[in-house]
């Protein structure tokens, strides 16, 4: 059975930090693009960050170069997300996400998507 279980999530307030996990399992970790999406209320789902072990990609969305990083622990079959510096417009609920071998911002091509784990930044 696949599973991604995202955890990390909570309540900050604007400037601090939080770092979600995603523990994996029930598919081969390392053939796999592993990603962050979030979604807003009333606002369409986009992709975040992305780490590709298979061909070297690490890829950002504008809104959080600098300030958040990806990584992952093969070993553990777990994905990471360090969000510093956070801001109100980062509230949302976080994915984690998986695609073979390619990363991509859009969610319609992922194929695995874990539950959700809600981030709220206040003012």
């Known amino acids: 059975e696949v599973q991604l279980v995202e955890s990390g999530g909570g309540l900050v307030q604007a400037g601090g930090s939080l770092r979600l996990s995603c523990a994996t399992s029930g598919f081969n970790f390392d053939d796999y693009a592993m990603g962050w999406f979030r979604q807003a209320p009333g606002k369409e789902r986009e992709g975040v960050a992305c780490i590709s072990s298979s061909d070297g990609t690490i890829y950002y969305t504008d809104s959080v170069k600098g300030r958040f990083t990806i990584s992952s622990d093969n070993a553990k079959n777990t994905v990471y997300l360090q969000m510093n510096s956070l801001k109100s417009e980062d509230t949302a609920v976080y994915y984690c996400?998986?695609?073979?071998?390619?990363?991509?911002?859009?969610?319609?091509?992922?194929?695995?998507w874990g539950q959700g784990t809600q981030v709220t930044v206040s003012a």
């Open positions: 996400a998986a695609r073979y071998y390619y990363c991509t911002g859009h969610a319609t091509l992922i194929g695995k």
